[in-house]
């Protein structure tokens, strides 16, 4: 829906709640029009009110901790979107709406119906980005930062109303538990914040910072508060003598300018002296001030008369006109000592730059003009590098690398044809040849910094001029590269040369890796990566085969250490297998002096299998043949791995296949009434190779509620199409259904359960 066009709501949504209640919500919502009306009279006010009303009926009966009407919420971040970013009427129609298909009933065709696709999009985005879950906290990050990223290049908008729906969230965050004011803060401080840096939105940086703070480091925040509290008319009586003194100059050269001044916030404190171990006396850079002029000519004729009033301090001035940050930030940056010795820091912008320092890409969004238009794609093209600079990275490796893509500062170096190169903080000339083109990496032999040769783990400084020697014979990177290089960019690809170019080396390596630190948990490879073992293995691993995660290994994508921790379970369950096996072998009952290996016991069976002679017996269910209750079973004890059930008719089960020694492992075995409700399997399906083909066979296994594992196809020269399907059943009759409809399918010719592989 665009800002021209008029909706109304349902009757049925017109809400019916106590007046006192409604009065509040009706004045919150007033303040949010005409704080609208005050940047986009031409909004579709009719829009805003009904997701309004819409948003309000949907989450009728909910409250937050503090008791107050769950609308509440909606309407504050619809305020922060409106009053902090000025976005469009679809923004602050999605804001109003955005918990609506997370918490109420409402789904996303309803509110595209209702309002419209773009809508719906947006508040679909934001809520995909708080149903995160994953294994470990590292990757649930990584998940979280990569929905985020996506997000961003789709619809900078859905990013904008998440930060405001966080900002509002901590401003409220007194109302939750001690535990979950901690984790939210520092996710918060790990993500939100570095995002608002990189965005541009310096304001919401600062106050998600002071908020996160607040809760991280409550004693140290609340020292720094009292500190600055107490020194509060010392400090005011300098920053007025500053303010006055630069005004007073301005105005004697014609110079039409705003002056502000302002504390550094508390966390920009904090992290001085914690990290410096200082006390709120030594920090004296605690000052800053603002010049906002007309034109960029006048930004410099203010920097002159600045250094005329007072002394600069060398290296401690920045061009960010000239060479603006990659968020779009200009602003000339000068540190300058006064007549009582103290230091502050002063920043030159005009009123445009001013509003892009505060509000970032949400300043250049063009929707926020009647909806028109569409915001400049190389704005945010850097979301996009990010992500691709992650291909290969492992979950620690990717969120500290966006830590430093996003948070770190910037240094600006200079190609010696003049392009200013844009590098993070204690890059080096391994990450400006990477930065340049790959080929100029991978082929590089040497590098100058302004003319002379340098080492390549060596620093850049701001205005060094880089040049990079390459030659055609170079034999590519080093691996020790990859702990020299400070960018994502340049470890990426780094790390893409190693894995395409030498991929046999790298398999050699990674498997040796991995069997030295396997050997050390007293498990062989041999058993942990077991035929039955092993897909099972792979996939919760994420690796298509062996060779894939020994290159991966070998390439420097991942560790051996991390791949072993996360199969902590299974060496687990091995090494307990080792304890069962040295157990005494019991006697065959109808063959006296023999014995057989003994069966690993356990309190519980949960197969759903009884096995005659025994109770409380480990057991499996064979690879080769897949059984579900309804087939007939036999069972054969294995050595260390209990009781592995095969169906009768699998071949590996033939009597006639059965070898004379292990006669007396062959055991009868039976199903339980106490079954399970989902048993795997696999079905092979032959047929004629057609359109929509897989389209049907899925709605098969959707009407009868059968749950998929995994599904392949492969085709035939002579167009045929062979299709493995993985299912979960619960039991032979629910299969025989299954097959019986795949064998309606249009096309099929057979429909078969494999065994014997």
């Known amino acids: 829906m665009t800002d021209t066009q008029n909706t109304t709501a349902p009757a049925s949504l017109v809400p019916e709640i106590r007046p006192e209640v409604w ?134 908008r859905v990013i904008l109303i998440k930060m405001a729906d966080r900002l509002h969230n901590m401003r409220t965050m007194e109302y939750q538990t001690p535990e979950k004011q901690k984790q939210k803060s520092l996710e918060t401080m790990e993500i939100y914040a570095p995002i608002a840096h990189r965005l541009g939105m310096q304001k919401m940086k600062w106050e998600l910072e002071d908020l996160s703070l607040k809760y991280l480091d409550p004693i140290g925040y609340q020292e720094i508060i009292e500190a600055l509290e107490e020194k509060a008319s010392e400090y005011d009586g300098f920053m007025a003598s500053i303010h006055d003194q630069i005004t007073k100059r301005l105005e004697q050269a ?76 200009q602003s000339l940056h000068t540190t300058v000592v006064g007549d009582n010795g103290i230091p502050f820091e002063v920043q030159i912008r005009t009123q445009q730059m001013h509003e892009i320092a505060e509000y970032g890409i949400a300043a250049h969004w063009k929707y926020k003009q009647n909806g028109q238009g569409e915001g400049d794609e190389h704005d945010y093209e850097w979301v996009r590098r990010l992500l691709e600079n992650q291909d290969g990275a492992d979950a620690e490796d990717f969120i500290h690398s966006l830590k430093v893509d996003m948070f770190a500062d910037e240094v600006f170096v200079f190609t010696p044809q003049g392009d200013v190169i844009n590098l993070p903080a204690g890059a080096t000339p391994i990450d400006f040849a990477y930065s340049i083109h790959s080929a100029i990496g991978n082929h590089m032999v040497a590098a100058k910094v302004n003319g002379h040769i340098a080492q390549f783990d060596s620093k850049l400084k701001n205005g060094d001029i880089v040049e990079i020697v390459t030659s055609k014979s170079a034999h590519g990177p080093s691996r020790d590269w990859m702990k020299i290089a400070r960018s994502s960019e340049a470890r990426s690809k780094i790390r893409q040369w190693f894995k395409r170019e030498c991929r046999d080396e790298n398999i050699a390596r990674g498997r040796s890796s991995f069997e030295t630190e396997l050997k050390r948990t007293g498990v062989s490879l041999k058993e942990l990566m077991a035929e039955d073992n092993l897909p099972n293995i792979l996939k919760r691993l994420a690796y298509k085969s062996l060779d894939d995660m020994y290159a991966a290994i070998g390439y420097g994508g991942v560790t051996s250490l991390k791949l072993i921790g996360r199969l902590r379970e299974d060496i687990q369950r091995i090494l307990k297998m080792h304890q069962e096996d040295r157990a005494a072998e019991e006697p065959l009952k109808d063959e006296p002096g023999k014995t057989r290996p003994a069966v690993p016991k356990r309190t519980k069976s949960e197969q759903g299998i009884v096995v005659e002679g025994l109770s409380n017996c480990l057991v499996k269910f064979a ?91 492969r085709t035939t020269n002579d167009g045929f199409a062979l299709i493995t399907i993985e299912v979960g059943v619960s039991d032979s009759t629910q299969l025989a259904t299954v097959r019986r409809r795949l064998e309606q399918v249009s096309g099929v010719l057979r429909v078969t359960r494999p065994a014997g592989r």
């Open 623 to 713: 690879k080769c043949c897949t059984p579900v209750p309804g087939d007939d079973i036999v069972g054969f004890i294995t050595r260390g791995y209990g009781v592995s059930v095969h169906r009768t008719d699998c071949p590996n089960a033939d009597p006639a296949r059965r070898k004379p020694e292990e006669k007396g492992r062959w055991i009868k075995v039976s199903w339980d009434d106490s079954t399970r409700e989902n048993y795997s399997t696999t079905l092979e399906v032959v047929a004629k190779d057609r359109l929509n083909l897989i389209m049907d066979i899925s709605t098969v296994l959707s009407a009868t509620k059968t749950w998929v594992t995994n599904m392949s196809v």
């Open 254 to 329: 014609g110079i039409q300018g705003t002056v502000y001044g302002r504390m550094k916030h508390p966390y920009s404190i904090y992290r001085k002296m914690y990290t410096q171990n200082k006390s709120l006396d030594d920090v004296f850079d605690l000052f800053a001030f603002r010049v906002i002029v007309n034109t960029v000519s006048e930004c410099y004729n203010v920097l002159g008369i600045i250094h005329d009033l007072y002394k600069p301090v060398l290296g401690r001035f920045k061009d960010y006109i000239g060479t603006p940050k990659p968020n779009m930030y």
């Open 23 to 156: 009065a509040d919500l009706e004045q919150r919502y007033r303040k949010l029009e005409d704080t609208v009306r005050q940047y986009n009279p031409g909004a579709n006010f009719d829009l805003i009110h009904a997701a309004f009303v819409y948003a309000e009926a949907h989450h009728r009966g909910q409250n937050r901790k503090d008791g107050s009407p769950f609308i509440t919420h909606p309407l504050a971040v619809a305020q922060i979107v409106a009053q902090e970013l000025h976005l469009d009427s679809e923004s602050i129609a999605a804001a109003l709406l955005h918990d609506t298909i997370e918490d109420t009933d409402a789904t996303h065709e309803d509110i595209a119906r209702t309002f419209s696709p773009t809508i719906a999009d947006i508040v679909e985005g934001v809520s995909k980005l708080t149903r995160v879950q994953a294994a470990s906290k590292a990757e649930e990050q990584m998940e979280n930062l990569r929905k985020m990223l996506l997000a961003m290049s789709k619809d900078i």
